[in-house]
């Protein structure tokens, strides 16, 4: 984990999917992102598999955070505490284990008592 600086929301990797120039000064020293991003970008409806080959490309390069009792735990705690979506409160539990900021275009994110968030704006 050597080097990462954030948990990216999986918007975040959409973003640099569509190559929004906003969101490259963020992606310097590497992220780690949840299990459930990966699960959020390969299972789009309609995905080709050039698109799959770049998001699986693209993901290899970052630090992927599996599931655990304790992600489970803490994810649970935020939900009941919050009213976010269950992506969500997977993604900003992963931050909280991890220790390191969440890098979102998400507003919402903002709600979330407890959690060091980035909320960046990336319309040009």
Same mark, same amino acid.
């Given at each position: 984990?050597n080097?990462?600086?954030? $948990?990216?929301?999986?918007n975040c990797?959409?973003?640099l999917?569509?190559?929004?120039?906003?969101? *490259?000064? #963020?992606?310097?020293?590497?992220?780690? #992102?949840? #299990? &459930? /991003?990966e @699960? !959020?970008?390969?299972? =789009?409806?309609?995905i /080709?598999t050039? !698109?799959?080959?770049?998001?699986? +490309?693209m *993901?290899? $390069?970052?630090?992927k $955070?599996?599931?655990?009792?304790?992600?489970s735990d803490l994810?649970?705690?935020? =939900?009941?505490?919050?009213?976010?979506k269950?992506?969500?409160? &997977? &993604?900003?539990?992963?931050?909280? &284990?991890?220790?390191?900021?969440?890098?979102?275009?998400?507003? +919402? #994110?903002?709600n979330?008592?407890?959690?060091?968030? *980035? @909320?960046?704006?990336? !319309?040009?």
């Amino acid at each position: 984990m050597n080097g990462i600086k954030y $948990v990216a929301d999986t918007n975040c990797f959409i973003y640099l999917l569509d190559e929004n120039s906003a969101i *490259l000064p #963020f992606a310097e020293g590497g992220w780690a #992102f949840s #299990f &459930i /991003t990966e @699960i !959020e970008l390969l299972s =789009k409806k309609g995905i /080709t598999t050039a !698109e799959d080959k770049l998001i699986k +490309g693209m *993901l290899s $390069v970052c630090y992927k $955070v599996n599931h655990t009792q304790h992600l489970s735990d803490l994810t649970i705690s935020l =939900k009941r505490k919050n009213n976010i979506k269950l992506p969500d409160a &997977i &993604i900003a539990a992963t931050s909280l &284990i991890l220790g390191i900021p969440l890098i979102t275009a998400d507003k +919402g #994110f903002k709600n979330i008592s407890g959690i060091d968030c *980035l @909320i960046i704006d990336l !319309e040009e």
